[in-house]
Structures are given as C-alpha cells and as structure tokens.
C-alpha cells in the first residue's frame, strides 16, 4: 500500500494558480500510476489528471481541465504535482491523490486503491 499525503489547497481568485503536492511513501512507484481526483460540494468525485511512473510519463486529462493544468512527477521526491492555471470557480473542490499499479493513466477512480485525505481548494469569482 502506498501512502499519500497531500498539500498545497487554499484560496486563489478567479484566474489565478495553484500548486498542489502528493507526497508518497510505503513503496517504489516504479509501475504506479499516480492521478489526482476532485470533488465538489455535493457531487461526485471527478478524474481530473493521471500520470505514469514510466520513462515516457504518460499522461491523461479531464476535457474540463487540458491546456490549464499540468500534472508532473519528481522521482527523486517521490512527489506528483499538479499546477493548476487560469482557475474557475467550478474548479473548487477538494482534491484527492491516487495511485494505482499497473501504467495506463486511466480516469475509473475504483481502480485506484490507496488515497490521500484530500485538500480543499477554493477559487472565489
């Protein structure tokens, strides 16, 4: 099992940035699949980015999301990132990390199986 603990949510106005961070422990990612999920209040969690622990870092994105957020991975760190750019509010949420064996940078949130306890992020307009 891998541990996941995430930082980086707060407040930011409308259009502004936000790093968020996934700091993992317990085992090597090598093979893993790391992605991060939202979910806003009173709705359902969401797919928002995946990457691969591979050479090529695939990657994988929520149509709601591509061309504002990067997701990216410090191997050294043990760390995936996701830079979020040009916020909406319908992006406030609480964001969760993930990880799932196996390097296909899937969106289908039960085929991960260790999570972070999520961090809110709020975009105000």
């Known amino acids: 099992q891998v541990q996941l603990v995430e930082s980086g949510g707060g407040l930011v106005q409308a259009g502004g940035s936000l790093r968020l961070s996934c700091a993992a422990s317990?085992?090597?990612?090598?093979?893993?699949?790391m992605a991060w999920f939202r979910q806003a209040p009173g709705k359902e969690r969401d797919f928002v980015a995946a990457v691969s622990w591979t050479s090529t870092s695939r990657t994988h994105y929520a149509d709601s999301v591509k061309g504002r957020f990067t997701i990216s991975r410090d191997n050294a760190k043990n760390t995936v990132y996701l830079q979020m750019s040009s916020l909406k509010p319908e992006d406030t949420g609480v964001y969760y990390c993930a990880a799932k064996a196996g390097t296909a940078p899937g969106s289908v949130g039960r085929l991960y199986n260790s999570w972070g306890q999520g961090t809110l992020v709020t975009v105000a307009s």
């Open positions: 317990g085992r090597t990612l090598s093979s893993y699949t």
